[in-house]
């Protein structure tokens, strides 16, 4: 079954750092654009860093100078390296992979399940 896993989230404080993982299963990631998303309880889901096919790369303006998307061909990993975390940045973080390039909208046909970032005060 073709999917998408995510892990690394956890609690953090401010000014702290994460990174995030997304491992597809069965589903090779060379081949596809992908984009990290995250939704905050109420709000919509949303797009904070896309990676295409062939590695470039953007950024929602909220987290440019702080989120790094890179990719690791021979993990079949994408990693979105988050520092100086704000509270604002806590929500379930979302990876997703398209062979078409959706950019930094929620069109992605392929979808992890989430992982968790929780700010402290």
């Known amino acids: 079954q073709l999917r998408l896993v995510e892990s690394g989230g956890g609690l953090v404080q401010p000014g702290g750092s994460l990174r995030l993982s997304c491992v597809g299963e069965?589903?090779?990631?060379?081949?596809?654009?992908i984009g990290w998303f995250r939704q905050a309880p109420g709000e919509e889901r949303e797009g904070v860093a896309f990676?295409?096919?062939?590695?470039?790369?953007s950024y929602a303006d909220s987290v440019k100078g702080r989120f790094t998307i890179s990719r690791d061909r021979d993990k079949n990993t994408v990693y979105l390296q988050m520092n100086s975390l704000q509270p604002e940045d806590a929500g379930v973080y979302y990876c997703?992979?398209?062979?078409?390039?959706?950019?930094?909208?929620?069109?992605?046909?392929?979808w992890g399940q989430g992982t968790q970032v929780t700010g402290s005060s």
């Open positions: 997703a992979a398209d062979m078409l390039d959706c950019g930094l909208e929620a069109a992605y046909g392929y």
């Open positions: 069965v589903l090779i990631l060379d081949d596809y654009n």
């Open positions: 990676i295409s096919s062939d590695d470039s790369e």
